[in-house]
């Protein structure tokens, strides 16, 4: 590490800019009785400004996505295959590219309120057409604030830091400490979107990004406050929080070292290779090699790399996730509200509980599986059971999953990192099998 790197310029652009990051992704600000960020204020604010107009302009988004993308496909003009960002937003695969016809589609059935009612209700469509008005919110709030947060320095600072802790602990380099931080306070699918630009840029390899996505992407606390009030559980939250940090730090001990994660290989994205070195020289002071490796990345860091990254991301979430998101949570969800699919497969799960001594478990039993689509459903199907650590198991259960397809997955499955349908779907379930012995423990304890 070159000495030089520590001057005052660059020691200005390492603590302003990421005392700038850390305050927009991290710090809680009062907001009612509970807590958000000013990223999410900001997201809100945002949300307010567009106002009714906002559902349109998802709607136009998914249109010209599918327009120009099927273009793209056929013709390969080479205005978009030349062009960094045009080819990031409409450039795509087959799968993709069915993928965004059917999110155009469904946006123009809710919105313009046609075609049968399994695609357009409240349950299913409509759903996600709210959560892709909020996904282009946060991208909007988000894209151009990031790169304060990762190439400011404060990750390479907090990595040297906490790599003596996390690396043996969780197998990855401490700088993903900054990815749990954030998602605690704003939102699981931004911490994802943050996990995969990292990889994108050679600072995680393909495992460690996967294990960051499927064990660090915990839902903020607003939301678990939401969950408990839905519920009826409310008074037990600092019981009922405290267990979901418990269980979930004891998964994601755990799931590292299980297959499929333990198995996927150990390499960086192959354009960028290697970024990132967090290891101490011998004869350097750890907070004293931690500022240099905050200089040293602080020194590149330029607003112009501000206006690229944020277009890059922008073209990338808006043209290219959001459609995805869109289509293939709808059929999620569908699947979920309209078939005895998971009546069907969760019988397991009911014998599970009642094993375990979970009262009404053959009730809840759809609950245990159902959050692998959406993440508020759970909470939604046990309103009407009476016991209340059936309650609190299964809302906080539905928390420690993390893996939602409607958010978490859809994000994770469309990225480079190596994470399918099939492998989310495992660590689903080795989550979810874990965790209900720990949360009946931890019932006994608070309720």
Same mark, same amino acid.
């Given at each position: ?88 937003? !409409? ?15 469904? $946006? ?10 399994? #695609? ?23 894209? !151009? ?30 700088? $993903? ?21 990292? +990889? ?9 990004? $996967? ?11 607003? !939301? ?21 940090? #418990? ?41 004293? +090699? ?56 969760? +019988?397991?799960?009911?014998? +599970? ?95």
């Amino acid at each position: 590490m070159e000495k030089t790197k520590v001057n005052k310029k660059n020691l200005l652009k390492f603590i302003l800019g990421s005392a700038f990051g850390v305050f927009m992704f991290m710090i809680p600000i009062p907001q009612g009785e509970a807590f958000t960020t000013p990223l999410d204020y900001l997201k809100g604010f945002i949300s307010n400004l567009f106002g009714g107009s906002l559902t349109y302009i998802l709607l136009t988004l998914m249109i010209v996505s599918a327009v120009i993308s099927t273009y793209d496909y056929f013709c390969k003009p080479a205005w978009i295959r030349n062009n960094h960002y045009l080819k990031k937003g !409409f450039s795509t695969t087959p799968f993709y590219l069915i993928s965004k016809i059917i999110g155009a589609v469904v $946006a123009a059935m809710v919105v313009l309120g046609f075609g049968p009612e399994f #695609i357009t209700s409240v349950d299913t469509g409509a759903t996600m057409v709210g959560l892709g008005e909020t996904l282009i919110c946060i991208v909007i709030s988000f894209s !151009f604030i990031l790169p304060f947060l990762t190439d400011c320095g404060v990750m390479e600072f907090l990595g040297v830091i906490a790599r003596p802790v996390v690396r043996p602990l969780f197998g990855v380099p401490g700088r $993903a400490s900054v990815d749990l931080i954030a998602s605690w306070f704003g939102a699981s699918n931004a911490a994802v979107i943050l996990t995969r630009e990292q +990889y994108m840029k050679g600072f995680y390899t393909k495992r460690e990004a $996967a294990y960051i996505m499927t064990n660090f992407s915990l839902v903020s606390i607003p !939301f678990c406050l939401l969950i408990a009030d839905t519920v009826g559980i409310a008074n037990l939250f600092p019981g009922f929080y405290l267990s979901i940090c #418990i269980v979930g730090i004891i998964l994601a001990v755990i799931c590292r070292r299980i297959p499929p994660l333990s198995t996927l290989p150990d390499t960086y994205q192959e354009k960028t290779g290697k970024q990132i070195s967090e290891d101490v020289p011998e004869n350097v002071k750890t907070f004293q +090699y931690a500022v240099s490796a905050g200089c040293e990345r602080a020194s590149v860091f330029t607003a112009k790399n501000v206006i690229s990254g944020g277009m890059e991301v922008v073209m990338g979430m808006l043209f290219d996730l959001i459609p995805v998101v869109l289509s293939w949570g709808t059929v999620a969800l569908i699947i979920a509200t309209y078939t005895p699919v998971f009546d069907w497969v969760s +019988y397991p799960m009911g014998l +599970y509980l009642q094993l375990l001594g979970v009262e009404e478990a053959f009730a809840v039993a759809p609950a245990t599986l159902i959050g692998f689509t959406d993440m508020f459903i759970p909470a939604l199907l046990i309103t009407g059971i009476t016991s209340v650590k059936t309650k609190f198991i299964i809302g906080a259960l539905s928390l420690v999953q993390i893996i939602y397809l409607t958010e978490v997955g859809a994000i994770a499955i469309k990225s480079e990192v190596p994470l399918n349908f099939w492998r989310l779907l495992v660590i689903f379930l080795e989550r979810t099998i874990i965790a209900i012995p720990l949360l009946v423990l931890l019932a006994n304890v608070f309720v």
